[in-house]
């Protein structure tokens, strides 16, 4: 029984033959993957002459996992008509039940094949019994058994074993094809296009815009950059009332510092997907592609980059340990841990494109700082009336997912060799030591723990020391 489970099954999916099919002018095959060590694992495009691709979203549990085979792509009438608005939405559904019966049909040779082994497996294991039994016979000195008993005794344990053997197989067999049907039908929910089922291709997002001369830098990123709350920048356009810019953002900054001209262009809210490599929308209006701006942008010897905490939601985490007596549980972790893989796909996104600018400006990436002391005891770590507020291990917690999203932001940087900048801004609960003021704003401020005028300062002064000499004006 064991050896029918264990060699049988990924036999049998190995020998069965794919199903040859004709669709939309293509020709495709449909089988299944060898199967692997892992207890899940998802279906797979192999496109002939060109790779394979696991399909993501078709994660299937058990040893039957889908395999389509796809043959070089042939233009005809057939494939035209897959993508004609009149007759696409037809032909595709045809195409996809088409799919699912060739995967029936390779389904039910295999439950043939693996019938047959199963069978051929036990006659095999029942003769070797029997040539055990007559050896052990040959040796026996008394009450040896007569022949008939022998067949009788034999055929009785050989019925048994086949009948066990192909009744476990079976239903095992019918079990992976059930694990495959569900794992295929539930990824099939949540797609929508060729790129949610096999993933996207990167690219870089248009350039934006006429072609603009005479700055030196430019800042992108999110509010933090943008510094939300502070005094509006003159003669402000749609964009920057938008965006929440102000006259003291962390491009400001710089620019004084450096005695240039340096484009402000972050954005409150904005994302990697969704500010810096696409459109963002905010406050009615749709901002273009900060990237695709800065693409248009000529002469720049640096870029600014601050990045991170929208991606990952951060706001969420920092409430819900506000509202909550323990924030350390597994649910939350795995959701941070979900968002910190996806940003850090985006964020290889975001540096391949930038890694391509026109002119090779620098590029600095600014790392995250941390909000409180970790042992912050003040009226901003207790947070507003009713809540159970942080304490010092919700604190660390916070700090901790920080330092992975620094990780992450240090990580890509250093394989592109480009440059990082951490601000040393004093956390919430410090002591105002230099009496310059907060460098992070309180719950009591226009836009808790965004940086103040004094931290964007000090935000801008830890950039400027990371710019390279010939990088200046």
């Not at 695709?292 to 640096?302: E, H, I, S």
Request: charged fraction near 15%; include cysteine.
């Amino acid at each position: 029984m064991a050896f029918c489970l264990l060699v049988g099954i990924p036999t049998t999916v190995g020998l069965t033959p794919h199903q040859e099919l004709a669709i939309a002018g293509q020709e495709l095959s449909v089988g299944a993957r060898p199967p692997g060590f892992s207890l899940s694992g998802p279906a797979q495009l192999v496109q002939i002459g060109n790779t394979r691709i696991d399909i993501a979203p078709l994660q299937v549990f058990g040893p039957l996992r889908p395999q389509l085979t796809l043959g070089p792509i042939q233009r005809n009438a057939a494939a035209a008509a897959a993508v004609d608005p009149a007759t696409g939405p037809h032909v595709r559904a045809a195409a996809m039940s088409a799919v699912g019966k060739g995967f029936l049909r390779w389904y039910g040779w295999a439950t043939l094949g693996l019938l047959a082994f199963t069978l051929a497996a036990t006659a095999v294991t029942g003769h070797i019994r029997v040539l055990a039994t007559l050896r052990r016979q040959s040796r026996a000195s008394c009450r040896q058994l007569s022949a008939s008993q022998l067949w009788h005794r034999g055929a009785a344990q050989s019925l048994r074993m086949t009948a066990v053997a192909v009744t476990v197989t079976m239903l095992a067999w019918a079990g992976a094809g059930t694990l495959a049907y569900t794992g295929t039908v539930q990824g099939l929910h949540g797609v929508r296009s060729l790129a949610d089922l096999v993933g996207a291709r990167h690219l870089a997002p248009m350039p934006v815009g006429p072609k603009v001369t005479g700055y030196t830098g430019a800042v992108i990123g999110d509010s933090r950059a943008a510094r939300v709350g502070g005094a509006p920048v003159a003669n402000a356009t749609a964009d920057d009332t938008a965006c929440g810019r102000s006259s003291d953002s962390l491009a400001d900054e710089i620019g004084r510092m450096q005695g240039a001209r340096v484009r402000n262009l972050a954005c409150s809210g904005a994302s990697i997907p969704g500010g810096l490599l696409g459109p963002q929308m905010r406050g009615g209006r749709t901002l273009p592609s900060q990237v695709g701006l800065l693409q248009q942008m000529r002469g720049l010897k640096y870029v600014v980059v601050v990045i991170g905490p929208n991606d990952l939601a951060w706001g969420d985490f920092l409430t819900y340990c506000y509202a909550v007596a323990d924030c350390h549980d597994n649910l939350t972790q795995g959701e941070f841990d979900y968002r910190l893989a996806a940003f850090d796909r985006d964020y290889g996104e975001l540096l391949q494109t930038l890694d391509n600018l026109p002119d090779r400006p620098q590029i600095i990436v600014m790392t995250s700082y941390d909000v409180f002391n970790p042992d912050a005891n003040c009226a901003d770590a207790r947070g507003p009336a009713n809540a159970n507020g942080l304490d010092q291990s919700s604190i660390t917690l916070l700090s901790n997912r920080n330092a992975a999203l620094n990780d992450v932001l240090l990580s890509g940087a250093h394989k592109y060799k480009f440059s990082t900048a951490t601000a040393r801004l004093a956390p919430l609960c410090s002591p105002d030591s230099d009496r310059l003021g907060a460098d992070i704003q309180g719950l009591d401020g226009s836009n808790p723990f965004h940086p103040t005028g004094v931290g964007s300062i000090r935000m801008a002064s830890a950039v400027v020391q990371e710019i390279r000499p010939d990088a200046g004006v």
